[in-house]
């Protein structure tokens, strides 16, 4: 089934760690995007992609890395990770700027 | 950039009654507002969502509306049942690469 998956579901770690989520979609979407988002609240862009090797920052990017070498796959990556990224991590895709975007059930990660 | 706002931020109701929420957002440019429903623990999804070419659309008890002269949009939910209650939010994108979200609004619907 044409989907867009996440992982790992939950996610806990000790401050300094490295660690990479990962986001893949069978849907041959183009337009790739990672929002972070606390419980119910608002949704914020960290990153985005339009197509492989394309990424653009959005207004949480600058503790976190993308990469985009297949059309499916859009892992982000934290090099340092601080209590302060304790959140969930919603990853998602759409056709176009024009088209619906599709979420994935996302990441819940707890930095301690 | 855009700006996207989404009020209120917490609504009530009874079950059977309607809920409105309202969007306005700043870019003339914008031409697609999708709105998603998240509920509790879940992802969000998409419930409706319309086109600058289109004033109104309807899919059974939820409807969207878009006022391009005065730049706001909004959802409107009739005969609310308790499977409603979840965080609605509101979204635009000017067919670029970015949307750009309001800041929900959680919906109770109270039995």
């Known amino acids: 089934e044409a989907d867009i998956y996440q992982t790992p579901r939950y996610l806990v770690i000790g401050t300094g760690k490295k660690i990479t989520l990962e986001c893949s979609q069978t849907m041959g979407h183009d337009k790739m995007y990672w929002y972070q988002q606390d419980p119910g609240m608002e949704l914020h ?6 197509g492989v090797n394309s990424t653009e920052k959005g207004d949480l990017s600058s503790e976190s890395t993308v990469s985009r070498i297949r059309t499916e796959h859009f892992p982000l990556t934290l090099e340092s990770a601080r209590p302060s990224h304790t959140s969930q991590y ?12 599709h ?10 | 950039g855009e700006n996207v706002e989404q ?27 999708p709105w998603y429903k998240q509920e509790l623990g879940k992802r969000p999804q998409l419930i409706i969502d319309i086109r600058s070419n289109v004033g109104e659309k309807k899919d059974q008890r939820i409807a969207v509306t878009l006022n391009k002269t005065a730049k706001h949009f909004s959802l409107h939910i009739t005969e609310t049942q308790p499977e409603d209650s979840a965080v609605y939010f509101c979204a ?15 919906l109770t619907v109270i039995p």
């Open chain 1, 45 to 50: 862009l960290i990153h985005y992609s339009y």
């Open chain 1, 90 to 101: 919603l990853c998602a895709s759409s056709e176009s700027g024009n088209s619906p975007l």
């Open chain 1, 103 to 112: 979420f994935g059930n996302g990441t819940r990660l707890t930095v301690t």
């Open chain 2, 7 to 33: 009020h209120p931020s917490t609504l009530s109701v009874q079950e059977g009654d309607s809920a409105v929420i309202k969007c306005t957002y700043s870019d003339s440019a914008s031409n697609y507002f």
């Open chain 2, 92 to 106: 635009a994108s000017k067919g670029g690469n970015q949307f750009y979200f309001g800041t929900g609004t959680s």
